[in-house]
């Protein structure tokens, strides 16, 4: 492309300086056409020269910058920007199945209050099944099974008050879940050993840190720790520990 660029420039100089040279031959003496003339030629030698120049220049570093191959466009691959990899987030796993286990009911801590409690972005992530504490084991896993039958996607296991004592017995009964989540768990039917590697726990209510459950709670915290997963301490009511827990571990929105 430069060498067809440097032809159609040395044609076009050639006529340029051929007019002028009419231009001056014809002026008879008339300085102004003669002045012209001689513009019209010293313009055309100097881009003729630019010309031919860079081209030699061009060549010289490396003839290749004075080729022009066919260009190839290049397709890019589909990707789905929705897909599960996308919702990563801080509970260390992907958008799936959550099994969400409220307190009592009659404390008004039951499946309802953690239907209230959980942001519109995580029930816009996940497929959520509700419970209550006081549920049937197998009922629970039947609806967390059928979920993922439909989807294919994780299980994500979340206890809130006595719900934490539901994740234990759960957890107990060889009910296959990818992460658990933890939030003023009550710890009766705790076991060591128990928890997966992937869990996350808030507490620090004044439920939590009745002296009562505090030697229980620090054997819970060191397992999680012992075993990668994250422990948050936090100073709330027991009732706000859910909403701190999914606005801290899920979308990070508050430091501790």
Same mark, same amino acid.
């Given at each position: ?31 102004? =056409?003669?002045?012209? $003339? *001689? +513009?019209?030629? !010293?313009?055309? #030698? ?6 031919? /120049?860079?081209? &030699? ?85 039947? =609806?967390?099974?059928? $979920? *993922? +039958?439909?989807? !294919?996607?994780? #299980? ?6 006595? /719900?934490?004592? &539901? ?90």
């Amino acid at each position: 492309m430069y060498r067809y660029a440097v032809i159609v420039t040395t044609i076009l100089a050639t006529i340029v300086i051929i007019f002028a040279g009419v231009l001056w031959i014809t002026s008879a003496g008339n300085t102004e =056409q003669i002045g012209r $003339a *001689k +513009k019209m030629i !010293g313009r055309s #030698i100097t881009g003729l020269l630019l010309a031919v /120049g860079s081209y &030699t220049i061009l060549w010289t570093i490396n003839p290749q910058l004075v080729e022009f191959g066919s260009l190839k466009i290049l397709r890019v691959a589909n990707v789905n920007i929705a897909s599960d990899e996308s919702q990563i987030n801080q509970f260390g796993s992907t958008a799936g199945i959550l099994v969400v286990i409220g307190g009592k009911p009659s404390s008004d801590f039951g499946k309802k209050f953690m239907e209230n409690n959980i942001p519109a972005e995580i029930k816009n992530s996940y497929t959520i099944v509700y419970a209550n504490w006081e549920d049937s084991i197998n009922d629970i896993k039947a =609806q967390a099974e059928e $979920a *993922k +039958k439909q989807t !294919g996607n994780k #299980i994500y296991l979340i206890g809130f008050s006595k /719900g934490g004592e &539901t994740v234990f017995n759960l957890l107990k009964s060889n009910f296959q879940v990818d992460a658990v989540g933890l939030i003023d768990p009550s710890h009766y039917h705790w076991r060591e050993g128990i928890l997966p590697k992937n869990t996350t726990m808030i507490w620090g209510s004044p439920f939590s840190t009745n002296s009562e459950f505090k030697e229980e709670y620090e054997k819970i915290i060191k397992e999680i720790e012992e075993n990668g997963g994250r422990v948050e301490k936090i100073v709330t009511s027991h009732a706000g520990a859910v909403k701190l827990y999914f606005d801290v571990i899920f979308l990070g929105k508050k430091n501790i």
